[in-house]
């Protein structure tokens, strides 16, 4: 029949419903078993093993911060974030707010921590939020678990309580400078499948993302099957698609947790700076030799996509405690001394330095209390820069 009839019980191949005391509809996860109430105590006494659902979910890869573009439309974000959540279990999500360190801070305010299954499945969600929801997201680049272990010397001594090492997965929590620690970064292991002709540039790309143990083997006459072990920050932000512009689109490649997992590595953290603010979204970790190279390309972009305003924009990165690279946005200016066509004051070379100095101060009062707009195209440019 086509109308919905109740009938107590469920036989192998028949389709059913269950109306469960569920507050939130993620809760029911692929692999969840249903059991009425009265049968649980004997499930209980046979001891049964029964599979959890959290082994049978698929855990996230990696986690970004999730914000809307408009500062006031978190609630409707949430809203289809939690819809889309329904029919993609791969969805991890958890809220954050504007103060906490997994927040945008005054830049881009509360947002949600959403835990995904690779790069491909974060250009899904940002093309279906604005397809099926008309709603377009920021999402900030992805964050990588390093961990940090301290170090004691004579003139340093641990506080009471603080731990010796600990996992660092937002870069708020980066040690400050004047502690002495180590970083261990993850480490997976790559297998790259592409055209024989591709090699040397193949190569080069994976010394260039630092890759080590660097290893070739033909599989037939035409293709060659490329091993390596890289550090997953290079892998998970823009290796994808240099390796497609490397390989003319021709070369696949698969990762997996290295042996061991993570490896010790000399590693920095860059801040990004707006008009000497710093916005932590912005800010990533890369190695020290490579940091002001770096910094400098993730300027430039930063000037090419942040949008004019009426006031200057400079732009800065910052490590180890000093500045390594900067750029700058010219303002937009008004002609303060031409009012309808005509110049103001006449030859009174007072009254015009008098509009021009009043001009100057405005300028810098704007600098001062104007906010930069970021969009995707700036963390773009933090996540492919190299």
């Known amino acids: 029949m086509p109308d919905r009839i109740r009938t107590g019980k469920l036989h192998i191949g028949q389709m059913g419903y269950v109306v469960a005391g569920l507050r939130d509809p993620r809760e029911a996860r692929p692999g969840s078993i249903i059991?009425?109430?009265?049968?649980?105590?004997?499930?209980?006494?046979?001891?049964?093993?029964?599979?959890s659902s959290a082994a049978l979910t698929h855990q996230s890869v990696l986690y970004a911060s999730v914000h809307p573009m408009d500062g006031d439309g978190f609630d409707e974000m949430h809203a289809a974030v939690n819809r889309l959540a329904l029919n993609d279990t791969g969805l991890?999500?958890?809220?954050?707010?504007?103060?906490?360190?997994?927040?945008?801070?005054?830049?881009?305010?509360?947002?949600?921590?959403?835990?995904?299954?690779?790069?491909?499945?974060?250009?899904?969600?940002?093309?279906?939020?604005?397809?099926?929801f008309e709603l377009e997201?920021?999402?900030?680049?992805?964050?990588?678990?390093?961990r940090i272990r301290y170090l004691e010397s004579k003139n340093y001594k641990r506080p009471p309580g603080a731990p010796e090492e600990e996992v660092i997965e937002d870069?708020?929590?980066?040690?400050?400078?004047?502690?002495?620690?180590?970083?261990?970064?993850?480490?997976?292991d790559v297998?790259?499948?592409?055209?024989?002709?591709?090699?040397?540039?193949?190569?080069?790309?994976?010394?260039?993302?630092?890759?080590?143990?660097?290893r070739t083997k033909p599989v037939d006459e035409h293709i060659w099957l490329?091993?390596?072990?890289?550090?997953?920050?290079?892998?998970?932000?823009?290796?994808h698609d240099d390796l497609k512009s490397t390989t003319a689109g021709y070369a696949s490649f698969d990762v997996s947790e290295a042996d061991p997992p993570q490896q010790e590595a000399d590693l920095v953290k860059v801040e990004l700076l707006l008009n000497s603010e710093v916005v932590d979204p912005l800010a990533f970790v890369c190695h020290r030799d490579a940091a002001q190279s770096q910094a400098r390309v993730v300027c430039q972009k930063l000037q090419e996509v942040l949008p004019r305003q009426q006031f200057v924009t400079v732009i800065q990165a910052k490590a180890d405690g000093r500045f390594i690279a900067s750029a700058?946005?010219?303002?937009?200016?008004?002609?303060?001394l031409t009012k309808a066509g005509k110049t103001v004051g006449g030859g009174d070379i007072s009254r015009k330095k008098k509009l021009l100095q009043k001009q100057k101060k405005g300028k810098k009062r704007q600098q001062s209390t104007g906010k930069v707009q970021l969009s995707q195209a700036a963390f773009n440019s933090v996540i492919s820069r190299s």
Do not use: C
């Open 191 to 214: 297998r790259i499948l592409a055209p024989m002709e591709y090699a040397g540039s193949i190569m080069e790309l994976t010394k260039r993302k630092r890759g080590i143990k660097i």
């Open 226 to 239: 490329f091993t390596a072990a890289m550090p997953w920050a290079d892998v998970v932000t823009d290796f």
């Open 137 to 146: 997201a920021i999402v900030t680049p992805p964050k990588v678990p390093y």
């Open 35 to 51: 059991s009425l109430q009265k049968t649980m105590q004997t499930l209980i006494s046979t001891e049964m093993e029964l599979p």
């Open 92 to 132: 991890e999500i958890h809220q954050t707010t504007g103060s906490s360190n997994n927040g945008g801070g005054p830049f881009l305010g509360p947002g949600l921590r959403v835990g995904f299954q690779g790069l491909l499945h974060v250009e899904v969600f940002r093309q279906r939020l604005l397809d099926e």
């Open 171 to 188: 870069l708020t929590d980066w040690p400050e400078q004047g502690h002495r620690f180590k970083v261990l970064e993850p480490m997976v």
């Open 328 to 336: 700058r946005i010219r303002a937009y200016r008004k002609d303060v």
